[in-house]
T-cell receptor
Framework: GAGVSQSPSNKVTEKGKDVELRCDPISGHTALYWYRQSLGQGLEFLIY????????KSGLPSDRFSAERTGGSVSTLTIQRTQQEDSAVYLC???????????FGPGTRLTVT | QKEVEQDPGPLSVPEGAIVSLNCTYSNSAFQYFMWYRQYSRKGPELLMYTYSSGNKEDGRFTAQVDKSSKYISLFIRDSQPSDSATYLC??????????FGTGTRLLVSP
């Protein structure tokens, strides 16, 4: 079946602009996660959704970062007033209810110039 | 100290070798352990998932967890050039965020 999809695959933006990154999870997966992968830093947790609620937002680095999920499906991660340090690959993962394995999308490579 | 430590490599082996990849961790509450493979410019792909201590085998891959030592391993038998990738260990305490190692880059030469 279809896996997790993310769009755009690449995004180049100027410092100070806002960007929106989209994640379409696997159909039926109730949990959705956003991670950030920077060179030499590994994967860093950002936020976790169960349905449309976000019980854990502890990884969002600043109030410039926000995310929402609608219809228990699609999620959007928004970064306002982008900074160069926001340049990274943003990965989305989903998992079925009460299952520990997480399945990742291909990521969005964000470059802030 | 990071919660999960993993040697970044690169680890270079000839085709057909047995590969051993390892992670150590500090949080004794971790119960669920995963190994992901990530090819360049792709998302991580789940390889193996184990709960608590013990071994799990899937084809050429074997995952081991030793909770008493806080040490997990992934063994790859008969390694192939197509196994060349970055291998990430990940773990959590429940249905929530994964904590990842930084990944070990593996190079298998023909």
């Amino acid at each position: 079946g279809a896996g997790v999809s993310q769009s755009p695959s690449n995004k180049v933006t100027e410092k100070g602009k806002d960007v929106e990154l989209r994640c379409d999870p696997i159909s039926g997966h109730t949990a959705l996660y956003w991670y950030r992968q920077s060179l030499g830093q590994g994967l860093e947790f950002l936020i976790y959704f169960q349905g449309n609620s976000a019980p854990d937002k502890s990884g969002l680095p600043s109030d410039r970062f926000s995310a929402e999920r609608t219809g228990g499906s699609v999620s959007t991660l928004t970064i306002q007033r982008t900074q160069q340090e926001d340049s990274a690959v943003y990965l989305c993962a989903s998992s079925p209810s009460r299952v520990h394995e997480q399945y990742f999308g291909p990521g969005t490579r964000l470059t802030v110039t | 100290q990071k919660e999960v430590e993993q040697d970044p490599g690169p680890l270079s082996v000839p085709e057909g070798a047995i590969v051993s990849l390892n992670c150590t961790y500090s949080n004794s509450a971790f119960q669920y352990f995963m190994w992901y493979r990530q090819y360049s410019r792709k998302g991580p792909e789940l390889l193996m998932y184990t709960y608590s201590s013990g071994n799990k085998e899937d084809g050429r891959f074997t995952a081991q967890v030793d909770k008493s030592s806080k040490y997990i391993s992934l063994f790859i038998r008969d390694s192939q050039p197509s196994d060349s990738a970055t291998y990430l260990c990940a773990m959590n305490t429940g249905f929530q965020k994964l904590v990842f190692g930084t990944g070990t880059r593996l190079l298998v030469s023909p």
